[in-house]
C-alpha cells in the first residue's frame, strides 16, 4: 500500500476502506467529492468533472459556504467586484445552470432559494473539513499515540494537497480563504516536523523542508526546521550554509535573522546539537506580509520627504507607466529617469526588461497610496492627469486608423490599467460623455475585438444615456458593434451597428463606414432593414466624407471584396481586395485582412502560384508572433487547393504548434484549413500541367 506524503516525506497510509475516495470519503451513489483544496473542484464516481472557469468559480464560492444560502448579490461581487456588468445576475443564473448540467445525476445538490443559491454538501465530502478534522485528530494524538497521529496526518495531506489551489488564488473575493488554506498547511507540515523527530527521522524531513523554503523563502520557522533535520541527518556544513541562503534572502528585503535562528547556528558551529524548533515557528503569522509591511515601513522612514511624495503620486498608476507618463502625472516632484532608478535600485519600484516602463510592488503602493489618502486634493489632482494622459496617448490616430494600422495596439495595451483608473475616476466625477469619447478612442474597433468584455462592461450602459451626445453614443455604439461580434454574438452586433447608423443622424463620422462595412458582411440580411446593395452605399458615402478618407475607402474596398468573394465573383473580389492595399499600405489589420482575402479568393479561382505570392507578402514581422498561425492556416488552405496535402498538413501543424504560445486572432482560418484537408482527396491525376502548379506551389511553400 502506498506511504500518503507531503512534498516526498512519506509517513503511514491513510485509512481506505472498499469504496473510499482518496481522503477516505466514501464516493459512491449520490456521494461526491468537492474540493477547494486543490484544482479538480469536484469528483464523482465517473472521475473529475469538468467546468468552465465561471463555472468553476461560482462553484468554489457556494463551497466556501457550504449549505448556506449564499444571496445572488454576494455572488456577483465577488466575481466582479465593484463593477459588475449589466447582465451579471442572468450570467450567475447561466452559470448555475451549466454547473448544474456538468454534476449530472448530482444536480439537485445546487439548490436555488430565494435571491439565491445554496450548495449541499454531506458530512466527509468536502476536503477542507476532512484535512481540518483529521490535523485537529493528529494535534490530539501527537506524543501520545504517534501512529495515530501518523494516520491523521497522512489523511489530512491526502486532502489538502502539496500545492494551493490556483482557482482559489485566482478567485476575486476568496483570498482570506485561500490563505487560511495555506496556514493549515503549514500546520500540517508542523505536526508531520515534530512527528518526525520524535520518531528519529529527521533525514526524511530535507526534501520536504527545502521544498517548504522555496515556497515560502521569508518563513524563518521553516529555515530552523530545516537547519536542525541537516545536523541531525549529520550534515552540519549544509546546516550552516541553510543559515547563509536565508541570511541572504531576508537580506533581499531589509531584514536580518531572529535571535531563535542565530542561536541555532551558533549552537551548530559549537557542536551543540540544536534542540527542535517550537511548533509556533512554522505558522505563516501571514510571515512573508508581516515582514514585507515591515520591510517597506522600514525602507519608507529612511527616504526624503520628496521621494515618500513622488511615491504616493506615483500609487495613482496601475498596470505601469512610462518616463513622460510620470512626469505629465507627479508634475511638480521632477520624477526624472534618475530618481525612478534611484527608487529601482531601494527595490521599492520595478523595471521592465527593456528600461522603458516602471511598477510598482503592491505592498508598497498600499503604504504610498494610504500616504497620498491624507491629502484627497491631490488624490483627484493626480486621477485627473491620469485621464489626461490616457487620452493623450490616443490623439495620434484617426478612430478609424485604430482599426486600420499596427502601431496603436502595443503602445495603448500597456496603458489599459491607467485606462481603468481614468475611466472610473470620470464616472466617479458623473462626466459621462468624457468617459465615452475617451473610452471610443482606447478601443477603437482593434482593441474592442482584443478586449471586448473590458469595452462593453464600460460602453454598453452609456448607449441609452439621455445625457450623452448622440455623436458619442453613435461611437459607442460602433465599438460595442466589433466588440459583440468578437464574443460571437452576431444578433447585438448587428443591433449595434444599426443604432450607430442612425444614431449619426444622417452625418459622416470616422467610423461609419466600418459599421456600414460589417453589416453587409454579417450574412444577417433578411433581419436588417438595408439591402447590402445599400449598406455599401452607405459605406462609401461615408468614406468620402470623413476625415479619413485614405483609411476608410480601404475599410469600403475589403469589404466589397468580401461579398462579391461569398457570391463567387472573383474578379471583381481580387481588384476590391488590391484596391483596399493601394489605399491603406500601413501594416495593421486592415491590410492583413485584404490580403488574406486577395490570396483566398485567387486560390478559388484556381489561381494557386498568385495566391502564394499573396500570402507570402505578409510574413507577419518581428513582435507580431500571434498572426504566425493566421498566415500558416492560409498557407495550408492555399496548398490544399494545389493539390500539395503534405505541405499543406506540415503548414497547418506549423500553425498549430505556434498557438500554444500565441494569440490566435485566426482561429476561424484555422477550423476552415482542417475543414479542407478533411475533405479535399489527393490529386493523383497525370495532368502534366498540375504537376507543373503542384512544382510552383511546392517552391512557394
Same mark, same amino acid.
Given at each position: 500500500?502506498?506511504?500518503?506524503?507531503?512534498?516526498?516525506?512519506?509517513?503511514?497510509?491513510?485509512?481506505?476502506?472498499?469504496?473510499?475516495?482518496?481522503?477516505? /470519503?466514501?464516493?459512491?451513489?449520490?456521494?461526491?467529492?468537492?474540493?477547494?483544496?486543490? &484544482?479538480?473542484?469536484?469528483?464523482?464516481?465517473?472521475? %473529475?468533472?469538468?467546468?468552465?472557469?465561471?463555472?468553476?468559480?461560482?462553484?468554489?464560492?457556494?463551497?466556501?459556504?457550504?449549505?448556506?444560502?449564499?444571496?445572488?448579490?454576494?455572488?456577483?461581487?465577488?466575481?466582479?467586484?465593484?463593477?459588475?456588468?449589466?447582465?451579471?445576475?442572468?450570467?450567475?443564473?447561466?452559470?448555475? &445552470?451549466?454547473?448544474?448540467?456538468?454534476?449530472?445525476?448530482? #444536480?439537485?445538490?445546487?439548490?436555488?432559494?430565494?435571491?439565491?443559491?445554496?450548495?449541499?454538501?454531506?458530512?466527509?465530502?468536502?476536503?477542507?473539513?476532512?484535512? #481540518?478534522? !483529521?490535523?485537529?485528530?493528529?494535534?490530539?494524538?501527537?506524543?501520545?499515540?504517534?501512529?495515530?497521529?501518523?494516520?491523521?496526518?497522512?489523511?489530512?495531506?491526502?486532502?489538502?494537497?502539496?500545492?494551493?489551489?490556483?482557482?482559489?488564488?485566482?478567485?476575486?473575493?476568496?483570498?482570506?480563504?485561500?490563505?487560511?488554506?495555506?496556514?493549515?498547511?503549514?500546520?500540517?507540515?508542523?505536526?508531520?516536523?515534530?512527528?518526525?523527530?520524535?520518531?528519529?527521522? !529527521?533525514?526524511?524531513?530535507?526534501?520536504?523542508?527545502?521544498?517548504?523554503?522555496?515556497?515560502?523563502?521569508?518563513?524563518?520557522?521553516?529555515?530552523?526546521?530545516?537547519?536542525?533535520?541537516?545536523?541531525?541527518?549529520?550534515?552540519?556544513?549544509?546546516?550552516?550554509? &541553510?543559515?547563509?541562503?536565508?541570511?541572504?534572502?531576508?537580506?533581499?528585503?531589509?531584514?536580518?535573522?531572529?535571535?531563535?535562528?542565530?542561536?541555532?547556528?551558533?549552537?551548530?558551529?559549537?557542536?551543540?546539537?540544536?534542540?527542535?524548533?517550537?511548533?509556533?515557528?512554522?505558522?505563516?503569522?501571514?510571515?512573508?506580509?508581516?515582514?514585507?509591511?515591515?520591510?517597506?515601513?522600514?525602507?519608507?522612514?529612511?527616504?526624503?520627504?520628496?521621494?515618500?511624495?513622488?511615491?504616493?503620486?506615483?500609487?495613482?498608476?496601475?498596470?505601469?507607466?512610462?518616463?513622460?507618463? /510620470?512626469?505629465?502625472?507627479?508634475?511638480?516632484?521632477?520624477?526624472?529617469?534618475?530618481?525612478?532608478?534611484?527608487?529601482?535600485?531601494?527595490?521599492?519600484?520595478?523595471?521592465?526588461?527593456?528600461?522603458?516602463?516602471?511598477?510598482?510592488?503592491?505592498?508598497?503602493?498600499?503604504?504610498?497610496?494610504?500616504?497620498?489618502?491624507?491629502? %484627497?486634493?491631490?488624490?483627484?489632482?493626480?486621477?485627473?492627469?491620469?485621464?489626461?494622459?490616457?487620452?493623450?496617448?490616443?490623439?495620434?490616430?484617426?478612430?478609424?486608423?485604430?482599426?486600420?494600422?499596427?502601431?496603436?495596439?502595443?503602445?495603448?495595451?500597456?496603458?489599459?490599467?491607467?485606462?481603468?483608473?481614468?475611466?472610473?475616476?470620470?464616472?466617479?466625477?458623473?462626466?459621462?460623455?468624457?468617459?465615452?469619447?475617451?473610452?471610443?478612442?482606447?478601443?477603437?474597433?482593434?482593441?474592442?475585438?482584443?478586449?471586448?468584455?473590458?469595452?462593453?462592461?464600460?460602453?454598453? %450602459?452609456?448607449?441609452?444615456?439621455?445625457?450623452?451626445?448622440?455623436?458619442?453614443?453613435?461611437?459607442?455604439?460602433?465599438?460595442?458593434?466589433?466588440?459583440?461580434? !468578437?464574443?460571437?454574438?452576431?444578433?447585438?452586433?448587428?443591433? $449595434?451597428?444599426?443604432?450607430?447608423?442612425?444614431?449619426?443622424?444622417?452625418?459622416?463620422?470616422?467610423?461609419?463606414?466600418?459599421?456600414?462595412?460589417?453589416?453587409?458582411?454579417?450574412?444577417?440580411?433578411?433581419?436588417?432593414?438595408?439591402?447590402?446593395?445599400?449598406?455599401?452605399?452607405? $459605406?462609401?458615402?461615408?468614406?468620402?466624407?470623413?476625415?479619413?478618407?485614405?483609411?476608410?475607402?480601404?475599410?469600403?474596398?475589403?469589404?466589397?471584396?468580401?461579398?462579391?468573394? !461569398?457570391?463567387?465573383?472573383?474578379?471583381?473580389?481580387?481588384?476590391?481586395?488590391?484596391?483596399?492595399?493601394?489605399?491603406?499600405?500601413?501594416?495593421?489589420?486592415?491590410?492583413?485582412?485584404?490580403?488574406?482575402?486577395? /490570396?483566398?479568393?485567387?486560390?478559388?479561382?484556381?489561381?494557386?502560384?498568385?495566391?502564394?505570392?499573396?500570402?507570402?507578402?505578409?510574413?507577419?514581422?518581428?513582435?507580431?508572433?500571434?498572426?504566425?498561425?493566421?498566415?500558416?492556416?492560409?498557407?495550408?488552405?492555399?496548398?490544399?487547393?494545389?493539390?500539395?496535402?503534405?505541405?499543406?498538413?506540415?503548414?497547418?501543424?506549423?500553425?498549430?504548434?505556434?498557438?500554444?504560445?500565441?494569440?490566435?486572432?485566426?482561429? #476561424?482560418?484555422?477550423?476552415?484549413?482542417?475543414?479542407?484537408?478533411?475533405?479535399?482527396?489527393?490529386?493523383?491525376?497525370?495532368?502534366?500541367?498540375?504537376?507543373?502548379?503542384?512544382?510552383?506551389?511546392?517552391?512557394?511553400?
Amino acid at each position: 500500500m502506498p506511504l500518503a506524503s507531503l512534498n516526498g516525506v512519506q509517513v503511514a497510509p491513510p485509512a481506505s476502506p472498499d469504496g473510499a475516495g482518496e481522503w477516505g /470519503a466514501r464516493v459512491g451513489d449520490g456521494h461526491v467529492a468537492w474540493r477547494v483544496l486543490r &484544482a479538480e473542484s469536484v469528483v464523482t464516481t465517473d472521475g %473529475p468533472v469538468v467546468l468552465t472557469r465561471r463555472c468553476r468559480e461560482v462553484l468554489l464560492l457556494l463551497l466556501l459556504q457550504p449549505n448556506e444560502q449564499i444571496p445572488t448579490d454576494r455572488l456577483v461581487d465577488r466575481l466582479w467586484g465593484e463593477r459588475p456588468p449589466s447582465t451579471a445576475h442572468n450570467s450567475i443564473a447561466r452559470f448555475v &445552470a451549466d454547473l448544474r448540467r456538468a454534476l449530472g445525476r448530482h #444536480r439537485g445538490r445546487i439548490v436555488t432559494g430565494h435571491g439565491g443559491y445554496r450548495i449541499e454538501v454531506h458530512d466527509g465530502e468536502l476536503d477542507w473539513d476532512v484535512a #481540518r478534522a !483529521a490535523l485537529t485528530e493528529a494535534r490530539l494524538a501527537a506524543g501520545t499515540d504517534d501512529d495515530r497521529c501518523a494516520e491523521a496526518i497522512a489523511r489530512a495531506m491526502a486532502a489538502a494537497g502539496t500545492e494551493p489551489n490556483p482557482w482559489l488564488l485566482d478567485l476575486p473575493g476568496a483570498a482570506t480563504a485561500a490563505r487560511l488554506h495555506e496556514e493549515h498547511r503549514l500546520e500540517m507540515l508542523q505536526v508531520l516536523v515534530d512527528l518526525q523527530h520524535r520518531r528519529g527521522r !529527521a533525514r526524511e524531513l530535507v526534501d520536504v523542508l527545502e521544498r517548504a523554503v522555496h515556497l515560502h523563502p521569508f518563513n524563518e520557522g521553516l529555515w530552523a526546521h530545516l537547519m536542525v533535520a541537516l545536523e541531525r541527518s549529520g550534515r552540519p556544513a549544509e546546516a550552516l550554509r &541553510a543559515y547563509q541562503r536565508m541570511r541572504a534572502r531576508l537580506a533581499d528585503i531589509g531584514l536580518v535573522p531572529g535571535d531563535h535562528t542565530t542561536r541555532l547556528d551558533a549552537e551548530i558551529v559549537a557542536g551543540l546539537g540544536p534542540r527542535a524548533p517550537e511548533a509556533s515557528n512554522t505558522r505563516p503569522s501571514t510571515a512573508r506580509e508581516q515582514m514585507l509591511a515591515t520591510t517597506v515601513e522600514w525602507s519608507w522612514a529612511r527616504l526624503s520627504q520628496s521621494q515618500q511624495l513622488l511615491l504616493a503620486r506615483l500609487s495613482v498608476f496601475q498596470g505601469g507607466w512610462t518616463a513622460e507618463a /510620470a512626469e505629465a502625472v507627479c508634475r511638480g516632484r521632477e520624477p526624472t529617469v534618475a530618481a525612478l532608478d534611484d527608487l529601482v535600485d531601494r527595490f521599492l519600484l520595478t523595471r521592465s526588461p527593456d528600461g522603458r516602463r516602471y511598477d510598482m510592488p503592491d505592498a508598497v503602493r498600499q503604504r504610498a497610496a494610504a500616504c497620498l489618502a491624507v491629502t %484627497p486634493d491631490d488624490v483627484r489632482a493626480r486621477r485627473e492627469r491620469v485621464v489626461d494622459w490616457v487620452r493623450q496617448s490616443t490623439e495620434p490616430w484617426a478612430v478609424a486608423d485604430l482599426h486600420a494600422c499596427d502601431e496603436p495596439n502595443a503602445a495603448l495595451m500597456a496603458e489599459s490599467g491607467n485606462l481603468e483608473v481614468a475611466l472610473a475616476h470620470l464616472r466617479t466625477t458623473r462626466r459621462h460623455e468624457a468617459l465615452v469619447w475617451l473610452a471610443v478612442r482606447y478601443f477603437g474597433m482593434l482593441l474592442a475585438c482584443a478586449m471586448p468584455d473590458v469595452a462593453i462592461e464600460w460602453l454598453e %450602459p452609456t448607449t441609452s444615456s439621455s445625457g450623452i451626445s448622440t455623436e458619442a453614443r453613435s461611437a459607442a455604439a460602433a465599438v460595442l458593434m466589433h466588440s459583440y461580434r !468578437a464574443v460571437g454574438d452576431d444578433q447585438r452586433a448587428a443591433c $449595434s451597428g444599426l443604432a450607430s447608423l442612425e444614431l449619426a443622424e444622417g452625418r459622416s463620422h470616422d467610423w461609419l463606414t466600418s459599421v456600414a462595412g460589417v453589416l453587409s458582411v454579417s450574412g444577417l440580411e433578411q433581419s436588417l432593414p438595408y439591402s447590402v446593395e445599400e449598406l455599401q452605399a452607405i $459605406s462609401l458615402h461615408h468614406a468620402t466624407n470623413s476625415p479619413s478618407t485614405a483609411t476608410n475607402l480601404a475599410t469600403d474596398s475589403l469589404h466589397r471584396g468580401q461579398v462579391d468573394l !461569398a457570391r463567387h465573383d472573383y474578379e471583381s473580389a481580387i481588384g476590391h481586395f488590391r484596391a483596399a492595399q493601394h489605399h491603406n499600405p500601413r501594416l495593421g489589420p486592415l491590410r492583413r485582412q485584404s490580403e488574406i482575402g486577395e /490570396a483566398l479568393t485567387l486560390c478559388h479561382a484556381g489561381r494557386h502560384a498568385e495566391a502564394l505570392t499573396a500570402v507570402n507578402r505578409w510574413t507577419p514581422k518581428p513582435g507580431h508572433d500571434h498572426l504566425h498561425p493566421s498566415r500558416e492556416a492560409i498557407l495550408a488552405i492555399v496548398l490544399a487547393h494545389a493539390g500539395n496535402l503534405d505541405h499543406a498538413k506540415t503548414a497547418l501543424a506549423k500553425a498549430v504548434l505556434r498557438t500554444t504560445t500565441a494569440r490566435v486572432d485566426g482561429a #476561424r482560418d484555422l477550423e476552415l484549413a482542417f475543414t479542407m484537408l478533411n475533405t479535399l482527396p489527393p490529386r493523383t491525376d497525370g495532368d502534366p500541367d498540375r504537376r507543373s502548379r503542384d512544382q510552383s506551389a511546392t517552391d512557394h511553400g
